[in-house]
């Protein structure tokens, strides 16, 4: 679509409704993360302030079907949110050494039930809260499920969002998770996965959100961070803005999440974000990076990953759209971006 046509809310709102009642048949090899569509789903409507065009009520009671609650704790198990049926035993079951609550699905979930504005003191949190540390790993990361995965800033970043989303830090070391977190901080100043790989826009994101939800940052401020946050908030700013040759916001208006790639619409949020929390927003070219995004929009409505990409995919649908409620697109709600979730959830 050609940037000059506008932004099309009403076609978005309609490809988000078409996403809640069906997913296309090219999302079945991603069955396993259907939670994580439906937060996309249904975050999206919110941010297009079309929430009322699902039913609140029915996607509560779907979200909770995934919780995975026994009655009895077993040590070393993490009891969290299945990320669809395929990972999900009945409830008469103990759960599967393989098969169980992930941390991702877990933040998720929380994270939609907290959109529609469900009421959590009708939760019992209690298993997340005393499971959780048994993903915190002894350097401070977190792996997704019990039986062993790959550890890094993403789980921190869900660990933190759980912690915040139901009010109870009982489930993570923060002192631990913010040594791991400064650990993976690079020498140009952005956040790899893990210790010592490349800085990337996502990477850079869950760190800078984690501090900020942990307490280490506050909001807006590009200059206090607390003493013992101890990263380096002048390096990473040169690198989310990076004014000199190499442009983290590139000659399209598009954000790079890596130096010398592409711009990607996901990245529009992932870079804007850190900036956000960081209070640094204004320095960006507003216009030039609302031209990107339209350029990105379908004509079916929707996002496409790139430009000359014509479909649209729902990953890239929802961070257009989180992007351009920072941008501050009429008519949109933006995010608490912090967190994932608007700043009124539940109206």
Request: proline content about 3%; glycine content about 10%; overall charge negative.
């Amino acid at each position: 679509m050609e940037s000059g046509e506008g932004f099309d809310r009403e076609r978005h709102v309609f490809f988000m409704e078409m996403m809640y009642e069906l997913l296309p048949s090219e999302y079945e090899s991603e069955e396993i993360n259907r939670i994580t569509l439906a937060y996309f789903v249904v975050s999206g409507l919110d941010i297009l302030g079309s929430l009322d065009r699902v039913s609140k009520d029915q996607v509560a009671r779907w979200v909770l079907s995934f919780y995975s609650r026994p009655d009895v704790l077993e040590p070393g198990t993490f009891y969290g949110f299945h990320g669809s049926r395929t990972s999900q035993h009945p409830a008469n079951k103990a759960v599967s050494k393989y098969n169980a609550g992930h941390l991702a699905s877990t933040y998720c979930a929380l994270a939609i039930l907290k959109t529609i504005g469900y009421d959590f003191s009708n939760f019992d949190s209690n298993a997340i809260s005393a499971s959780m540390q048994y993903l915190q790993q002894p350097n401070g990361s977190f792996i997704p499920i019990h039986c062993g995965a790959e550890s890094d800033l993403r789980f921190v970043y869900c660990a933190a969002a759980i912690c915040s989303i139901i009010n109870d830090w009982r489930g993570m070391d923060k002192e631990k998770a913010k040594n791991y977190i400064i650990s993976c901080q690079s020498y140009d100043g952005g956040f790899g996965l893990v210790p010592g790989s490349e800085s990337h826009g996502g990477a850079t994101y869950c760190a800078v959100a984690a501090l900020r939800l942990m307490g280490y940052i506050e909001e807006g401020r590009a200059t206090k961070f607390t003493e013992s946050s101890m990263i380096d908030v002048a390096l990473l700013l040169e690198w989310a803005l990076q004014p000199n040759f190499f442009q983290r916001q590139a000659s399209d208006g598009g954000f790079q999440g890596r130096s010398n790639k592409a711009s990607d619409t996901c990245y529009a949020f992932w870079v804007l974000g850190v900036l956000r929390i960081l209070g640094a927003h204004q320095f960006i070219d507003r216009e030039s990076l609302r031209s990107f995004l339209l350029s990105c929009q379908s004509k079916w409505g929707g996002f496409s990953k790139f430009p000359e990409l014509q479909m649209p995919d729902l990953y890239h649908s929802y961070y257009g759209l989180a992007a351009f409620g920072l941008v501050g697109e009429l008519g949109l709600t933006p995010l608490q971006v912090e967190l994932g979730v608007t700043m009124n959830p539940g109206t």
